[in-house]
């Protein structure tokens, strides 16, 4: 059975979220980078990760879920148009954040529809954070779907800013 070191999982994380967000990006991280920066022989690093682009995918998920935990505290409370226009500074810290990585990632050689795999769970996620912003009677869940999307669509281009589209918000819920 192989030896599980104390942390270390958290270590090559790390490791990783430090050279995917440097110069090369994604296309820049290496197991045997990751696995150096550790102190740690390759093979080590498969008794936590089955590839790269595992560990990829871990990064990108903890930050996001981190990311997703601190915006639910600091809405909690807060009227809806206010607690949208959170979720939307959190889509689109996130996405300045990782953009180019999750661009690098996709373009990998049969990476092409893998964002369409994870939009889906995006959607619910963040239609649920919506959804829970109003007291009863909430929005349809058609409507919160579609705020979702708006938020997802927009927050993550990189050339809107919530200014922008909560008057077609405050419309759609009027």
């Known amino acids: 059975m192989p030896k599980l070191i104390d942390n270390l ?35 080590t690093f498969y008794n936590y990760f089955s590839s790269k682009d595992h560990l990829a995918a871990c990064v ?29 500074s959190m889509i689109s810290d996130f996405s300045l954040r990782y953009g180019e990585v999750w661009s690098q990632y996709r373009a990998v050689s049969g990476k092409q529809t893998v964002g369409e795999d994870y939009r889906h769970g995006l959607v619910v996620q963040v239609q649920q954070l919506v959804a829970g912003l109003f007291a009863s009677p909430a ?18 281009d990189g050339h809107t800013d919530y200014k922008d589209i909560r008057p077609f918000i405050e419309k759609l819920l009027a």
């Open 9 to 43: 999982r958290e270590d090559l994380i790390a490791a990783a979220r430090m050279q995917m967000l440097g110069p090369g990006g994604y296309d820049s991280l290496t197991i045997r980078s990751v696995a150096s920066s550790c102190d740690i022989a390759v093979g």
């Open 139 to 156: 929005p349809s869940a058609d409507l919160t779907t579609f705020i979702a999307e708006l938020l997802l669509r927009f927050g993550s």
């Open 60 to 88: 990108m998920l903890e930050d996001w879920d981190d990311l997703v935990s601190r915006t639910t505290k600091k809405i909690k409370g807060k009227p809806p148009l206010d607690g949208i226009g959170k979720l939307f």
